[in-house]
């Protein structure tokens, strides 16, 4: 499985950035997709996930209400439109892949997500 996060860049606060995580050498009945960040010298947390079927999404509650996850199964890609940018966004944004529904406990960080991207750096400036 390869997973190929792009769209990260620098924005100003309250800006939009929209973020892609393409999947590709796989073949599941069934799976989620997860963005989680990680800033440096902060633990990696979970933003948001969506299934496969795009029938279950969730949200942290630092995501809620600015950020939007759909998913094109055509492409094998979802996607994370991040709205209201504020400079505590700042982080580096991995998406993950693994055989699950996606529920809030799959994005507790201690949950073992098997396929990890190379993640994409989001800046925002204030």
């Known amino acids: 499985v390869q997973l190929q996060a792009s769209g990260g860049g620098l924005v100003q606060a309250g800006g939009s950035l929209r973020l892609s995580c393409a999947a590709s050498?796989?073949?599941?009945?069934?799976?989620?997709i997860a963005w989680f960040r990680q800033a440096p010298g902060k633990e990696r947390e979970g933003v948001s996930c969506?299934?496969?079927?795009?029938?279950?999404?969730y949200y942290a509650d630092s995501a809620k209400g600015r950020f939007t996850i759909s998913i094109n199964n055509a492409k094998n890609t979802v996607y994370l439109q991040m709205n209201s940018l504020k400079p505590e966004d700042t982080a580096n944004y991995l998406c993950?892949?693994?055989?699950?529904?996606?529920?809030?406990?799959?994005?507790?960080?201690?949950?073992?997500?098997?396929?990890w991207g190379q993640g994409t750096q989001v800046t925002v400036s204030s």
């Open positions: 993950a892949l693994e055989r699950t529904r996606c529920t809030r406990g799959v994005v507790a960080n201690n949950y073992p997500w098997d396929y």
């Open positions: 050498g796989f073949s599941l009945d069934y799976y989620a």
């Open positions: 969506i299934s496969s079927s795009g029938g279950s999404t």
